[in-house]
């Protein structure tokens, strides 16, 4: 007897493939028509299907525990961040790296600095009773901009039509780099919480000791340990792949998915001996493609971006499943009349002031307008998932005795990053994804209403073969106004050119009195002085000159010599009409 298995494994893959499939049949459309970006749409999905909605996707369920939940979303987070950022540094073209250090530097230092403080300081500054240290850790997490929601505006039509090449360059770059580069960051914040937040009564060491730990640790074994890692694993994959191309040895499906399977190496054994995997990810890729050698033989290749797709997809509907959207409201750390503004302020100053300050030392920013737009494109997304997972995981650490309480002075960090880092998430998303489209409409609107309210008399009229009277109406309008000897009426008759030679003759031409009652459109403007007529009888008079009856010749021009018997002809003909 037939019965049904709703299992949860049945259901999510009926719901994730059903999605997918769905987004799938109109993406074109919502994409390169509308501009909205796949991570907006399957975050808002992901809401549908979640416990706070249909209850189709129950991730507490399957993980059993919110430390296993937490575990799951961090891993899958680092998975999604390490194939995104390989990718992104095989996009760059040849030594990108080495040819663009200067505004890279200026990008991740001065300018990642500055964005960490003013984000702490909103932070401090509009939650209540929350330390300054504490303010720090969460201003980390939010700092690096993601470069899963930069392929909103580096990819597809609207990049193709309205961002130069050389912007999107250093905008993958930026954001392919400050993922990795927000550990030094945010474990400034955490090693001195650890050390000076209870004033030393659980931990020895002080001050001195967490900023030894942060230069050794976080600097030597995490940052330069990583770099090295992913440089040399780069370019021992590169050779690889070049004497194997070279022999034959490989196929071309296993090519393709070469850089792929580097991601997936990479963060699994820098996550093997503690390092940093993000950074890593980013360097080997950028070194794999250091000639530029894969990057161009998988130009026009489809895979790549197929995956990054799904992963894109799949991550954003988990987002959105997980997200804890009920403690926006509800929560002990910071009211929604605090949040809400919490957000504006942060998405407005949290880099768009420095990339103006600076701009001008960045050579692919070309104007005001570009330092406006890639200061607005600062996205928060999944590095800040990524490094909010990494503060708990910190937090627990911080446990007196190895018991099961946390100390005093942390005993509310938690709450604080998840509800702030969680809603910054869901405010950029939301308004990244957003404003193209809003932008779009906003442009066009304008235009779509002064033409459905414009009248017919406002067309400019237009007569095949014939004349061109144009018409507007601020001339018609003013006429009234205008002294006659002011006005300047510009009709002159303009014929079709296609197909033929327009010679002069009688049964075109108007005739010389005309000639004479016209001379203020067509003649000098001393005539046009002088000319009593009113313009309308102008107008009306050279409105009801026929069309002229084109004969059929061939254009001919300068450059082209006739021949003796086309000449002959041609000259007999002109003698004629005159």
Known sequence: ???????????????????????GLVSYLLKENFYLSEALI????????????????????????????????????RLVLGVQLVLAGVQLPSRYLKKEWKPLALLLGPIMAAMWLVTSLLVWALVPNLPFLHSLAIGACVTPTDPVLSNVIVKGRFADHNIPKDLQKIIIAESGANDGLGYPFLFFALYLIKYIGDGGVNESGGAGLAMGLWFGETWGYTIILSVIYGAVVGWIAKELLHFCEERKFVDRENFLVFALSLALFITGTCGMIGSDDILACFIAGNVFTWDDWFRLA???????????????????????????????????????????????????????????????????????????????FGPIGCSAIFYLYITLEFITTLNPDQGSTPRWDVANLQEDVLVIVWFMVICSVVVHGLSIPLGKFGFYLPRTISRTLSSPEDLISFQINGRVIPRSRSRDTTAANTPSESRSVSARPVFRIGGSVIPEHPATRPSQSRLSNTSELVGPRDNREQSSRPPELELESIANIPSPNLPSRTIRFPDEALDVEESRELERDTATKL
């Open 1 to 23: 007897m037939p019965t049904l298995a709703l299992t949860n494994f049945n259901i999510v893959l009926g719901v994730l493939g059903g999605w997918i499939s769905l987004f």
């Open 42 to 77: 399957s975050l808002m999905a992901g809401l549908a299907f979640s416990p706070h909605a249909a209850n189709f996707v129950r991730p507490l369920e399957y993980a059993g525990s919110e430390e296993n939940l937490s575990a799951i979303t961090l891993y899958f987070t």
């Open 298 to 376: 998988t130009l026009d290749d489809s895979l790549q971006p197929t995956i990054d797709m799904l992963l894109n997809v799949v991550i954003f509907m988990w987002y959105g499943a997980i997200c804890p959207w009920h403690s926006f409201l509800a929560n002990g750390v910071i009211p929604i009349y605090r949040l809400i503004p919490l957000g504006i302020l942060i998405l407005l100053f949290r880099r768009l002031p420095f990339i103006l300050a600076f701009y001008k030392r960045i050579p692919q920013i070309d104007g005001f307008q570009q330092a406006i737009f890639m200061g607005f």
